[in-house]
């Protein structure tokens, strides 16, 4: 591949673009019975009987729906695990024992990575990156969560016996994975990029993780199409990865208050994934949350043409359960990729 | 950096625009079945009594049954939809306790005995242990400090 020595790689003050848009070879989906039980559940590629899949611990499953997602996009890009040149994974748990486990047993080099539900975005971005410099032809991008491993390590035991407000979410169960190449042909590009930044407006409650996110979507949104020079109707859909009902409301009102509304464009992934009788209150969050969607509802869009160009923009909350302890507030960031359909893009 | 105007005025946004608890559901809700559950520890009592346990030692069998009975729901995983549906209604009780105390236990039992069940178990309950003690030690030298003990 020839590396473009020339090009600009940088658009407006924080904006990275990629021009020869490194493609997506192939995604896949891996999640458990309730969000089979949601909207998507027959976009997924899997969906599994129960939440432990045979292990003997929660993290175990953890792990296993990761590499089972991995595995699926290898299938899918007709690749081997030793085809692939790095594994870049984020998952929620202490030390990202998820991604560790996973990337042992795919035998894949790995750069893990943390920012809680934003990974999936850093990922992409860094996937782009190191394929846009020549530096992997192939690179898989991977995240997990599940809602028993990160209850027992941010908050409770699974069978405490407490009620959640109703801005509490409901972190997914499931792994997406989502191979990304470089080369000729069709299918969605990752065209820029964008590292976000980490903002803190100082919000303190733990089950109201869609406030603390709202101001760092806003502020990596607008930067973007600042950046880009575009407007939130050049986009089919901006979407966010786990604002919920509160956080999606701040979101608007602050991108409206920047003069960039996006609510006409907007949608976020933690509220398409579970029906409101779930009762899993203001919606999902989690890594795998925007992996799944982006996996099986907005790439299948933007391959068969339904969908032009997305704002794939993740938000994580870097929660610290030790921090909130001692009195400190939660920090959030929001990664972002623009990602574009049809024949020829990028070329 | 955010300054302090910035903080401020965010916040006053996310208080407009967050949707209020439905207190009155919830206290309807915590009020019926915490009341709920006395009644059955009074119908447990009344059993006791009835079998011939002079009432000194049915209060503590009563509590011994109670605990059990949270132990096995919570065993079983609906305790925790219990309180869902009834909040402080089902953590207020004993019953609700015995849930701080078994639910970990349960919890970390993957992570051993020792290191788990042992270190974890009391790590909701402990807090309660250590304050109930320590008040009713205050509570005690008080009263001594009033007017003796063991009147």
Redesign the interface.
Known sequence: MSVQEKAPRRQGRYTVVFPTAPRVLGAASVVGPMEGRGPLGQLYDRVTADDILGQKSWEQAETVYMVDACRLALEKAELAPDGVDVLVAGDLLNQMVTSNVAAAQLGIPLFGIYSACASFAQALFQAAVLVEGGFARHVLVATASHHKTAERQYRYPNEFAHQRPPTATWTVTGAGAVVIGGGDGDGPRITAGIVGRVVDLGVKDPYDMGSAMAPAASDTITRMLTDTGTAPEDYDVIITGDLGELGTKLLHELTAQSGLPVSSRHQDAGMLIYRPEQDVHAGASGAAGAAVVFASWLLPQLADGHMQRAMVAATGALHSPTLIQQGGSIPAVCHAVIVEGGRGVGA | M?TEK??KQ??T??KQ???P??IVR?VVAAFVVGGLISVLGQLIFGGLTRLGFASKDAYGYTGAVLIGLSALA??F?V??S???F???G??LPIT?FA??I???A???K?EGYVMGVGAKMFT?AGPVIVYGLASAAVMALLRWLLGGVGR
């Open positions: 955010a910035a903080k965010y916040q946004l996310v625009h967050t949707p608890r439905p919830n919570t065993g995983g305790y925790d219990l309180a869902k009834a909040g402080m089902a953590n609700g849930n701080s078994v639910s970990p349960i919890e970390f993957r909701i």
